[in-house]
């Protein structure tokens, strides 16, 4: 009989990549992402096909015996329903339907909001399926209940999906105190952080300190409008000690066309998406002065330097390796390449600064709210306040530049201020 076939890591897969063998292959374009998808999700054991069930197996499980209480389901809740808010609903609401761990039903609390047409927007998303100002066009599946009540959408949850502008969360999480069990779970979909006197908080620290409850984080390469017409796509999943929660989140979130991987280092993994919109901020002003591909490159790996150093002088524990995963470099290309701080930040220099960004942010954005200009606010007082700024100067004028104190034309020349 022959033997099963071995499963190929992507370690593996990407050694393979440099023997003639491997060249002599006859693969196509559409067979590599297929090769990489398959080994991807075999070198894993939380691939979601393993987890698979009909309907019909859901509808009977734990029924084999009276005395056998079936495990607890587990109960989502989404808190945020913007462009990437919705996007991560969609694909949550994808996997609770099929898995028999999860109730069906994925609730996504909703900042109301009257739509032109006076329509509520959580209405309007419950009734079509779809977040209408958002994420257009996009059915976020029948099992997404819009509430605009807190405490209501998250009340009986025991996992809790944080997806809002980071400026935000402070508010929100005053909001739910006392209002959750210390058994709930949560993750961070959120890229930045809040500075305080005592120094930087991240967005998962600030969620355990005032919840009392877990939080892992989950970043990467997700540009989310190319997610959601379900291009293939990575992310990161970055956790502390709890490895089978990790893998739960991994299960949560992983599709066909999403690939999760878990990563132990928390702080690794949230400084990789928080810092990547200050450096995509200085590549929209590289894109915005037509400099080029070439400097644009240069910008980018500068950037990617000045995140591995700030994040490794603030934690520690941070990972090399955290920078090699979807959260890190590629998230880097992806937000320097696309994406709303990028595209922004090309039209303030364009207009030679003159247009502030919060000008630019209600024009472009629609309602969106951008990370990168408040982000680099929060890195440069951090940099001042402990006497690093000559350490970072792309860092610092990218923010010089955002309040207006260098022009554009800037971002190039901070290479003159490059530290030995």
Request: include cysteine.
């Amino acid at each position: 009989m022959a033997s099963p076939p071995r499963r190929v890591s992507a370690p593996l897969l990407y050694s393979l990549a440099s023997l003639p063998l491997f060249h002599a292959l006859p693969i196509y374009p559409s067979s590599i992402l297929s090769l990489f998808t398959r080994s991807l999700s075999s070198s894993s054991s939380m691939a979601p096909q393993e987890a698979e069930t009909t309907v019909a197996q859901k509808k009977n499980y734990g029924s084999s015996s009276i005395d056998e209480a079936p495990p607890r389901k587990n109960r989502v809740t989404v808190v945020g329903s913007g462009n990437w808010g919705s996007v991560a609903a969609k694909l949550i609401a994808s996997n609770t339907i099929r898995l028999p761990s999860f109730h069906d039903e994925v609730r996504m609390w909703v900042f109301e909001e009257t739509l032109p047409s006076g329509e509520k927007l959580t209405d309007a998303i419950n009734t079509k399926n779809e977040n209408v100002k958002y994420l257009p066009g996009i059915k976020l599946g029948r099992n997404v209940v819009a509430d605009p009540d807190l405490v209501n959408a998250v009340t009986g949850a025991n996992m809790l999906v944080f997806v809002t502008p980071h400026q935000f969360m402070e508010g929100i999480c005053k909001r739910l105190v006392g209002k959750i069990n210390g058994d709930v779970e949560a993750i961070s979909l959120i890229k930045g952080m809040e500075v305080k006197m005592e120094g930087p908080c991240m967005i998962s620290t600030l969620i355990t300190e005032q919840l009392g409850i877990n939080c892992c984080v989950l970043m990467g390469a997700n540009i989310a409008n190319e997610i959601a017409v379900e291009k293939f796509s990575e992310a990161t999943v970055g956790y502390r000690e709890n490895k089978e929660m990790a893998e739960k989140w991994v299960q949560l979130f992983s599709t066909s066309y999403f690939i999760v991987t878990p990563v132990q280092d928390v702080e690794g993994v949230e400084l990789c998406g928080t810092l990547k919109n200050v450096v995509a901020i200085a590549a929209g002003f590289v894109d915005g002065l037509d400099m080029g591909n070439n400097t644009k490159a240069a910008i980018m790996r500068i950037g990617l330097r000045e995140m591995k150093a700030f994040s490794k002088m603030l934690f520690s524990s941070v990972k090399d390796s955290t920078f090699f995963e979807s959260c890190g470099v590629a998230d880097l290309i992806t937000t320097c390449l696309g994406g709303r701080n990028r595209k922004v930040a090309e039209a303030f220099a364009k207009n030679g600064g003159k247009r502030s960004f919060d000008e630019l942010e209600a024009e472009m954005l629609q309602g969106q709210k951008l990370q990168g200009v408040s982000t680099a606010k929060e890195v440069y007082e951090v940099l001042s306040h402990r006497g690093w700024l000559q350490f970072f100067p792309l860092f610092a004028t990218v923010h010089e530049i955002c309040i207006g104190t260098l022009p554009p034309s800037a971002i190039v020349e901070h290479s003159e201020r490059t530290p030995k």
